[in-house]
């Protein structure tokens, strides 16, 4: 048995039963990184020595009794997560030399955990884009067909947790980031509750659609990375006080008599054969498990793309207004006013995809198109919070694709953004409305390719899709499955 | 066409960026594309909807107005590109 090949469930019950150390876990993990790596290119920085170390602090720690619930966990981290004293690129050259001065709160809370950060991992720039291919420090390959993309923005995150080069991520997702490359790489993601999990720390894209979530190996361990990451912080004014429980709870509860919705507005043209039918056979593990398969319809649906990049980039243009070359980040020396410091740094630090939204963003709320863009695009969110909420008065969840295909070739989607834009239509929707989504491993295509199952719920309700995965993943037996990588 | 060359130009600068002659036509000619698809909200009457900014309304967080710690003056210019031992320094403004 490799370490590396384990769950997070699995190496506690061997941690505890004295099986194994934290230290085997950590350089089985940093092996496989060293020997996967050149195909993969997950990783952005790798801690070898004080992920080490701090595993051996771990084992110091259970000898005396005195381990938390993740204690010598290797976890890998998505580099727009302040780790202290750390690099955080966000995969952009703009904040290439940026070390991080405070801890994220989900940093920290890992930490306290004895969970060990192995190292940080790549993502589109600043979170923007669905294929990781815009990261400025190498672009992650599928750990499932070389040369096929991860899908993103944490595509890092998928590959590292695929591949076995560590038993969990924390990625963050804005209109799908977490969900759609789980999707893509055949692990587990969750967008949790906009509100459930702090995001102090966490480099900000769009404020208002910000969600940090896990990345695992199957259902249990999404559960237990819940456990520790959710709660109210004080230090995030969008953080809600609301009891989290314990995530592992009703896993096991069976889903009789729960009702689920099929949308149908996400079964419409331009839905890949194969996903359908491995959507359509979620829906039926539900039903012969004893939920009540209904019918329902979201008809707004078809404006989410509209709506979101409206909204994201408006949020981002501004966000990213920071970035100018004073306190932090890329300056360019040469320029002799401060007008040309600024538009120079600016324009060198940042690529094409983020000046892209940049500019979007900053068209939609000038003056004289404020109201025809952006105001318009928040009114029509209120229309599809609206569609959220009555279609939750029929059903506890919804079921559907979290994308419309599986993983395309790398570079296929170079120069057409709205086409990359429009990938986005079936995962961009819970981020406007605020609600908790999932994609569980369903299945894979004639061509080897693994597909997400997206589950979504009403707000804070996130163990009700935790148990409907852990369902689907009984039967389809897809836990922790992971791709032999050719050497 | 929904947007000008000149039209990006000026967005381009209010955003602080410098775009190229090749870039400026480039950013141009899709921004234009991506403002014909979002056209498509206009299918939608929102005559009297509210718009929403977040899921679910968030009220303004404060805490007590008491020193907490933050970050050190070294700390704080650890990350910048210029500096001396106390300042960020910027080129000449006036």
Not at chain 1, 7 to 12: D, Q, W
Not at chain 1, 164 to 175: H, I, N, V, Y
Not at chain 1, 458 to 478: C, G, M, Q, V, W
């Amino acid at each position: 048995m490799q370490p590396y090949t384990l769950t997070i469930a699995e190496s506690l019950d061997h941690l505890q039963k004295k099986e194994l150390t934290s230290k085997d876990l950590v350089e089985s993990c940093l092996q496989r990184i060293n020997k996967t790596e050149t195909k993969l290119h997950s990783f952005i920085s790798v801690f070898e020595e004080k992920a080490m170390r701090r595993a051996e602090e771990e084992d110091n720690k259970r000898q005396q009794g005195q381990s938390g619930s993740l204690s010598g966990i290797p976890i890998s981290i998505k580099d727009l997560l302040c780790a202290k004293d750390t690099a955080t690129t966000c995969g952009s050259k703009m904040l290439e030399n940026f070390i991080s001065p405070y801890n994220a709160t989900v940093v920290e809370k890992l930490e306290n955990e004895g969970a060990v950060i192995i190292g940080k991992v790549a993502m589109d720039e600043f979170a923007m884009g669905s294929t990781s291919e815009t990261c400025a420090f190498g672009v992650p390959d599928n750990p499932w067909k070389e040369g096929y993309i991860t899908g993103g923005s944490s595509g890092g995150s998928a590959s590292s947790v695929a591949g076995g080069q560590c038993l969990a991520s924390l990625g963050s997702d804005t209109g799908g980031s977490v969900r759609q490359p789980a999707s893509l790489c055949g692990v587990v993601g969750l967008k949790p509750t906009y509100g459930r999990v702090s995001r102090y720390g966490l480099v900000a894209f769009a404020s208002s659609l910000d969600q940090v979530g896990p990345l695992t190996r199957d259902v249990r361990d999404c559960a237990l990375m819940m456990n520790c990451i959710a709660g109210y912080d004080e230090k995030d004014s969008t953080s809600v006080k609301i009891d989290k429980g314990d995530f592992r709870q009703s896993l096991e509860a069976g889903v009789k008599g729960l009702k689920i919705g099929v949308p149908r507005e996400y079964f419409g043209e331009g839905l890949n054969e194969d996903v359908e039918k491995i959507v359509r056979n979620g829906v039926a593990i539900l039903e012969d498990a004893g939920a009540e398969v209904m019918d329902v319809s979201m008809p707004h649906t078809e404006y989410c793309v509209a709506a979101y990049y409206l909204i994201a980039p408006a949020e981002a243009s501004s966000n990213l207004a920071r970035y100018d070359g004073v306190v932090y980040g890329y300056r360019d020396g040469t320029a002799d006013s401060l007008m040309d410091m600024y538009k120079q740094t600016r324009s060198q630090g940042f690529g094409d995809e983020v000046k892209r939204r940049i500019l979007i963003g900053t068209y939609a709320l000038s003056s004289g198109y404020y109201d025809a863009y952006y105001k318009k695009a928040s009114q029509v969110r209120t229309i599809i919070l609206n569609d959220y909420k009555k279609v939750f008065e029929q059903c506890d969840a919804i079921i559907s694709p979290v994308a419309p295909t599986a993983a395309w070739k790398r570079g296929e989607s170079a120069d057409d953004p709205l086409a990359l834009y429009l990938s986005d239509i079936f995962s961009l929707s819970a981020n406007l409305a605020g609600v908790p989504g999932l994609s569980v491993p369903g299945g894979f295509t004639a061509d080897g390719l693994p597909v997400g199952i997206q589950l979504q719920g009403p707000h804070f309700r996130e163990d009700i899709l935790l148990k409907l995965a852990y369902n689907i993943e009984k039967s389809t037996n897809l836990a922790n499955v992971l791709p032999e990588i050719q050497q | 066409m929904k947007i000008s060359r000149q039209e990006v130009e000026h967005v381009a600068h209010l955003a602080r960026l410098n775009l190229s002659e090749d870039d400026l036509v480039k950013m141009t000619g899709q921004l234009d594309e991506i403002l014909n698809y979002v056209a498509k909200l206009e299918e939608l009457d929102t005559t009297d909807i509210e718009p929403t900014t977040h899921a679910f309304s968030v009220k303004n967080a404060y805490r007590d107005d008491i020193a907490q710690e933050s970050l050190t003056q070294e700390e704080s210019l650890r990350n910048c590109a210029v500096r001396n031992n106390e300042a960020f320094i910027v080129p000449r403004i006036l």
